[in-house]
């Protein structure tokens, strides 16, 4: 087994809310020295969140978007290896078909019909917490986790996305408390529910490049909860950018090798391949 290749299977472009086309992170990926790189754009939202048009793919560019991917795999094959993935939403029931490999993530939390976003922003989040849950953040991440348990069977994830992207705005705690027993139990009901499905988390310093966040998806805390169970892990950056691609790798490869991690899920043309932290 070798040490894990220069790469990331978490990135976005400008057929979702990406700020650079598909061609540019692969020319940001070979400055970089990657020697794979995998798209995981949004897919459609279907069940018509307010912000629909905002952040995901379009049904017409989700088809652009996969016969781009694969052109330009063909075109950079001597210097790259180029997968096509999908980002899928928990609460969205677009097809899955036709994609290298499947991102499973949940950034809504469904309830009574109503779609409240998690990540959009700290006011969005606020209200959702007062609307939606009667001001109560632990019931806003009671039913978070509910959906996180299922995420694999709902969406056929290749590997979990930001485990706890409900923590995105709570810096400080600001919301919630992390170490409180009614979010640590949530949390920690879907992290052994998901051990079921032997699939990988991702460690995601997507709000690390950002400077939301210290830690990464998921916290240092969980990803302790998570050794404990011998849970497996994948790196990525969620990059939105060429410049965060493998935004802090080799910190957090140092960060899980302390809390005991030793392998690391790599994505192949054959599926998930372990390499040494
Ligand atoms: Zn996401
Ligand atoms: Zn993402």
């Known amino acids: 087994m070798s040490k894990f290749p220069k790469m990331n299977f978490h990135t976005h472009t400008t057929f979702c809310d990406g700020k650079e086309s598909t061609e540019s992170m692969i020319q940001a990926a070979l400055a970089k020295d990657f020697t794979r790189l995998g798209?995981?754009?949004?897919?459609?939202?279907?069940?018509?969140?307010?912000?629909?048009?905002?952040?995901?793919?379009?049904?017409?560019?989700?088809?652009?978007y996969?016969?781009?991917?694969?052109?330009?795999?063909?075109?950079?094959?001597?210097?790259i290896e180029i997968f096509c993935g999908v980002?899928?939403?928990?609460?969205?029931?677009?097809?899955?078909?036709?994609?290298?490999?499947?991102?499973?993530?949940?950034h809504y939390v469904e309830k009574g019909g109503m779609y409240y976003c998690v990540d959009e922003s700290p006011e969005i989040l606020e209200w959702s917490i007062k609307e939606g849950f009667g001001g109560d953040p632990y019931a806003l991440t009671k039913r978070f986790f509910e959906q996180e348990a299922e995420v694999v069977q709902k969406t056929n994830a290749t590997f979990i996305g930001h485990f706890d992207l409900v923590t995105k705005f709570n810096e400080g705690n600001r919301f919630f408390n992390s170490m409180d027993q009614r979010y640590r139990h949530a949390a920690l009901t879907a992290m052994d529910a998901l051990m079921e499905t032997g699939r990988p988390f991702e460690i995601n310093t997507g709000a690390m490049y950002r400077g939301l966040r210290k830690e990464p998806y998921p916290s240092v805390q969980l990803l302790k909860d998570l050794h404990e169970r011998k849970g497996e892990i994948l790196l990525s950056s969620d990059s939105h950018d060429g410049a965060s691609l493998g935004f802090a790798f080799?910190?957090?490869?140092?960060l899980a090798k302390e809390i005991g991690f030793r392998r690391v899920k790599v994505l192949s043309k054959d599926g998930l391949e372990d390499f040494i932290l």
Request: net charge negative; glycine share 8%; charged share 30%.
């Open 250 to 254: 080799e910190e957090i490869a140092k």
């Open 66 to 79: 996969i016969a781009e991917v694969r052109a330009l795999a063909e075109k950079y094959q001597d210097g």
């Open 39 to 64: 798209f995981s754009g949004h897919c459609f939202n279907d069940f018509r969140p307010q912000d629909v048009e905002v952040w995901c793919m379009s049904p017409e560019g989700t088809e652009q």
């Open 87 to 106: 980002e899928q939403d928990f609460c969205a029931s677009t097809s899955t078909e036709g994609f290298d490999y499947v991102v499973g993530s949940v």
